[in-house]
């Protein structure tokens, strides 16, 4: 008689695995095989919980969305405005939201796939409502759409330039937008 091994969070770790293994290796890189190792679970354990390769990075990129989106609402829940605004914003930007080269590539991996898949791009379409009601709390709809997208070309810069834009630059282009 066999024993079921009782692991309550396996789920969650394939998930967190498989977060890792996108920001190491890319989407191509990785497969269920490697996730299942990297989360120590038998491979049988994969298809039963993400039947195909897509559900598992639908539910690994649903959840680096929601980590990115909560740490900018957050980062916006005080009361800002004139310069301090920018600083907040400059902050988020350059320390938190694109904090790390691993927040960068699975940042550009997802918007990959959501240029091909409209499940991914429903996620991209979640974080940007997060963003966006996170800036208008600060501005109008407009302006805020302008900031968010001074974000996203920053982090495409971050991603994939050889010279980073810099804070300063960043303010400056805020500062610019906001007539702050």
Known sequence: MSTRRVDPDRRERIIDCAVELIASQGVAGT???????????????MTYHFPCMDELLEAAFTRFAAEVGERFAAGLAGEFAGAKLVAALVEL???DVL??????????ELYALAA?????????????????????????AATAHQVDALIEGI??????GTAPPSRELTAEALRKILGA
Request: glycine residues 4%; proline residues 3%; hydrophobic residues 40%.
């Open 155 to 160: 982090s495409i810069h971050r991603a994939l």
């Open 99 to 108: 904090d790390s080269r691993r927040s960068l590539v699975l940042t550009m």
């Open 31 to 45: 497969s269920p095989r490697k996730v299942a190792a990297l989360a120590d679970v038998p491979l049988g354990s």
């Open 93 to 95: 930007i350059h320390d």
């Open 116 to 140: 091909r898949d409209a499940r991914f791009r429903n996620i991209t379409q979640g974080w940007l409502e997060i963003s966006a009601r996170a800036l208008e709390r600060h501005m109008d």
